[in-house]
């Protein structure tokens, strides 16, 4: 059982109430607008808190106090301690998300723009049912015989246009670009959509933030007495903010300016949802007169640490200028470390673990980051066969992933020829096969007591049956490797997953991680017998239930999924250029910028150990190259800041260049 402990949340500010001196100077601040650009582990909440209770002890009617926020949440937990610093007064803070805001403004003055009184909010599970219903009606006639993605990937499509603000079009051959030849089934099911909310006065989570900006710059009268309404505007963690967002903001502190935003650009990592970097950037021009403070005392890492986070984020091309500091001392300097091959890498960082442990760490005090999902996959058989507990948030679960399961099925038949669930597996994929014809297929093999010689003879006019067929005929386990056997199902499972997963795309690459790991197999049965160390998976329910009371697993998690905790020792896996920044982003200076600043969320969110590692030599199969440095993010450090060591066969950790062949 793998189950998430509870991440202690980054600690946001210096001990007891005291604040410093630019808290204390974004916490007095008088009339008008105020960026406070907050570096990680400065203390943002904090401030902000302290904020919103100075106002309401300086006579702000506390309902004329707007505090706006991404979760729910956050906006309860910054009231509450405001509570506990001044009085129940602050109870009556106007605090909520910005779409639960868009709402109530809505239902109070949606008329103005002819939304209908009795209009009804679709949550997404809404939206997609209906995007699901409209989408049948469409689907007669899909473009050249392939089906249209399913209700849930359209729905994720159409919210991406819509907060970016760019066309369908424009989405579609940027980011999903396997979809660009059903582009006129999308646009016309897109219209059809917004068609059918209009008609039935449906309003889903995006409309909220439209339509509350279309009221904000429409209805003069009704923006004048909104902004009227709410003499101070605090925001938090504008950087993630997208640009419809920002207009709302914008119209909102039209009559006073009274405009705190919070934020830290260098932690703008989720361009993917829509948010804009440049809002944070570009808030001093869009407000004269703009103060700007910023928080740069860290109460979270080692000077070390922060040394090397200082150097990193100073490669950025757009920035608002800090350095962040302590007045903590001391603390060991992070660590590159080189190892031999991926394998290599993940049993170093098993031992490195177990190191910690016999220290006393707490599992749950321990973190292994990474750039993509798919980069843990070795690691989590290392940790498996160590029977070392742990959870693993943002991306699949390697044993979990239906996609990983799908291929290991074709090899475990050929171990064990009456394996009956991997049998239902591989036959239920193919299509006009049912759960009752595959069972019928598997008792066949079973009478005919000739394994995969079964299959083959059985009569079949079903051409994937004979696809399937041909495989097993090509698979020879006694003349083949473990990977060419992987090579040959992969390339027969190929267009299933195609016809699948909307994502393929990116489960295509899950795979060809999945073939390196083959690679350092002699036998097959070895090779699914580690596939099989992890135990049973819970029902969802259990996993849910275990997920919020285990606090003694180790968390290996994306780094999106990282952002804002902490942890005693952070792992960085794969920092290979390539991986990290990925090849993709290489050809876009926007998307490279936003690698840059996920590498300085990472690297931030250590207290007293970082470690940055990378197998030495990768050949990438997709483009046919080999990746052999360090990300470039980090290669260029200066080796007093970030000293290196590689990791030999044997697991040693050898001083840069020590050991090496002359």
Known sequence: ???????????????????????????????????????AGSGKTRTLTHRVARLVAEGVPPAAILLLTFTRKAAQEMIARAIRLL???????????????????????????????????????????????LRKEIAGRPARGRPLPRKQ???????????????????????????????????????????????????????????????LAEAPEVRRRISGAYRHILVDEYQDTNRIQADILDLLAEVHRNLMVVGDDSQSIYAFRGADFRNILEFPRRFPGTRIIRLEENYRSTQPILDLTNLVIARAREKHAKRLFTRRAGGAPPLLVEAEDENTQSRWVVERIRELFDRGVDPGEIAVLFRAGYHSFDLEIELARAQIPFVKVGGFKFSESAHIKDTLAHLRVLANPYDRLSWHRILTLLERIGPKHAEGIYRDIVNARSGVSGLLALPSRNPELEKLKALFRALDPQAMSVAELGQEVLRYYLPILRRSFDDHPRRAKDLEQLLGIMERYRRLETFLADMA??????????????????????????????????????????????????????????????????????????????????????????????????????????????????????????????????
């Not at 009556?92 to 009184?117: D, E, K, N, W, Y």
């Not at 066309?167 to 999308?186: G, I, K, R, S």
């Open 1 to 39: 059982m793998n189950a998430p402990p509870t991440p202690r949340p980054a600690p946001d500010a210096g001990p007891g109430d005291v604040l410093n001196e630019a808290q204390r100077a974004a916490v007095d601040h008088g009339e008008g607008p105020l960026l406070v650009i907050a570096g």
């Open 87 to 133: 009085d129940r007064r602050c109870e009556r803070v106007s605090g909520g998300t910005f779409h639960s805001f868009a709402h109530l403004m809505l239902r109070q003055h949606g008329t103005a723009i002819g939304l209908p009184a009795d209009f009804a909010i679709l949550d997404r599970s809404d939206a997609e049912d209906l995007i699901g219903l």
């Open 153 to 215: 990937t359209l729905g994720d499509l159409f919210s991406r246009a819509v907060n970016t603000m760019r066309p369908l079009e424009e989405v579609v051959l940027a980011e999903y670009a396997h979809f660009a030849e059903q582009l006129e089934e999308l646009e016309a099911l897109f219209a059809a959509y917004e068609r059918r909310k209009r008609e039935h006065h449906f309003v889903d989570y995006d409309d909220l933030l439209v339509l509350f900006r279309r009221l």
């Open 533 to 662: 160390l992890e135990p049973p998976t819970l029902s969802v329910e259990e996993r849910l239930v275990a997920e919020l009371e285990a606090k003694d697993r180790l968390v290996l998690s994306t780094i999106h999924s990282a952002k804002g905790l902490e942890w005693h020792t952070v792992f960085v896996l794969w920092a290979l250029d390539g991986r990290f920044p990925s090849l993709h982003a290489l050809a876009d200076e926007e998307e490279m910028e936003e690698e840059l600043r996920l590498m300085y969320v990472a690297l931030t969110r250590a207290r007293e150990g970082l470690y940055l590692c990378y197998p030495r030599e990768v050949f990438d199969r997709t483009l046919g190259v080999v990746l052999n440095r360090p990300s470039r993010f980090i290669d260029r450090i200066p080796r007093r800041v970030l000293p290196k060591c590689r990791v030999d066969g044997y697991g040693r950790l050898l001083p840069e260049g020590e050991g090496e062949a002359p």
